[in-house]
């Protein structure tokens, strides 16, 4: 099976833009979950999406935001960037069942610079 | 909600030597506590996992040891090798979050000397 997949790998934006960033999960896995990523705060949990519902929700201003979509594939928002927003955004998928269940299967990230 | 600490943030050891990292977590309802490995520019990995009904786990030359009492619990890698330096994250999931969402340790970068 292919692996999670980011898009895109980079992305430079000025303050105040917005950012939108696609993740497509593993075939077959309806759980996804974003975090972010930074020198300073380390790996930190943003939102997980389950069959295109939010279930769980990190502690981030409202400025994020995600979604899921009927085919698993989830996107996030970022709206009016800030430079503290630079960062790595993963996103991981995880299965329903089977020996893997708890399992978090990271993308390669979406690096965001925020000039 | 969860608290998960790690200890050291920096590590230097030999080849051949043991390396040992260690977490504590603040919430005694955790029940699953994965280990991952990140190199460099590359996206995280698991290594492996205990759950909270079991002591210790093996898997080759990578153990995990968790104890519920104190609240802690520890990545031992033994007969380092170069390949094994990377920077290493344990975790916990938030209360009532299936698992799906994960607090992490601060992260150790291990670095082992050939």
């Known amino acids: 099976k292919a692996g999670v997949t980011q898009t895109p790998r980079y992305l430079i934006k000025t303050r105040g833009q917005q950012v939108t960033l696609s993740c497509s999960p593993i075939?077959?896995?309806?759980?996804v979950s974003w975090y972010q990523q930074t020198p300073g705060q380390g790996l930190q949990f943003l939102f997980e999406y389950f069959s295109e519902t939010q279930r769980n929700k990190g502690n981030f201003p409202g400025r994020f935001s995600g979604r899921q979509f009927s085919n698993s594939r989830s996107e996030m928002n970022v709206s009016t960037l800030e430079l503290g927003d630079s960062a790595l955004y993963l996103c991981a998928s995880s299965p329903n069942s089977g020996s893997s269940y708890n399992e978090q299967f990271f993308g390669p990230g979406t690096r965001l610079t925020v000039l | 909600g969860e608290n998960v600490e790690q200890h050291p943030s920096t590590l230097s050891v030999q080849e051949g030597d043991s390396a040992v990292i260690k977490c504590t977590y603040s919430d005694s309802a955790s029940n699953y506590f994965p280990w991952y490995k990140q190199e460099l520019g590359k996206r995280p990995q698991l290594i492996i996992d205990?759950?909270?009904?079991?002591g210790e786990k093996k898997d080759q030359r990578i153990a995990v040891t968790l104890n519920k009492t104190a609240k802690h619990f520890s990545l031992h890698i033994t007969e380092t090798q170069p390949e094994d330096s990377a920077v290493y994250f344990c975790?916990?999931?938030?209360?009532?979050?299936?698992?799906?969402?994960?607090?992490f340790g601060s992260g150790t970068r291990l670095q082992v000397q050939p």
């Open positions: 075939s077959g896995h309806r759980s």
């Open positions: 205990i759950r909270s009904n079991v």
């Open positions: 975790a916990a999931p938030q209360r009532d979050t299936g698992r799906r969402a994960l607090t």
